[in-house]
């Protein structure tokens, strides 16, 4: 199970951390990602980090800006988000797949957790 977390409001140019919390038993083979979904768009991908090497992997519209990282301690995946833009504005989902890292679409992902929703105003 993923809970998602950190969500809220903030000024263009602002910074927020988003957490997902995973309350199940994790494993070597596990991906987690961060997807958003923004009124009337698709959902789409935003980064993703392996379990056990930390690889990483994000979207071209957030490199440079959103740090993914994860506490194997805590269980939890933290996506650091930095000079945010009002396009940014979107419900922000964490997601876990198990198996191969670097997939960038919804089907490729078994387990969802809640949104979490992110305003960036101008």
């Known amino acids: 199970q993923l809970q998602a977390s950190g969500g809220g409001l903030v000024q263009a140019g602002g910074s927020l951390t988003l957490s997902c919390a995973a309350s199940?038993?994790?494993?070597?083979?596990?991906?987690v990602a961060w997807f958003r979904q923004a009124p009337g768009n698709e959902r789409e991908f935003v980064s993703s980090i392996t379990w056990s090497g930390g690889n990483t992997y994000y979207a071209d519209s957030v490199k440079g800006r959103f740090t993914i990282s994860r506490d194997t301690a805590k269980n939890t995946v933290y996506l650091q988000m930095n000079s945010l833009k009002p396009e940014d504005t979107a419900v922000y989902y964490c997601?876990?797949?198990?198996?191969?890292?670097?997939?960038?679409?919804?089907?490729?992902?078994?387990?969802w957790g809640q949104g979490t929703l992110v305003t960036v105003s101008s």
């Open positions: 199940t038993r994790t494993f070597n083979t596990l991906v």
């Open positions: 997601a876990a797949r198990l198996g191969s890292s670097g997939y960038t679409t919804t089907r490729h992902y078994r387990y």
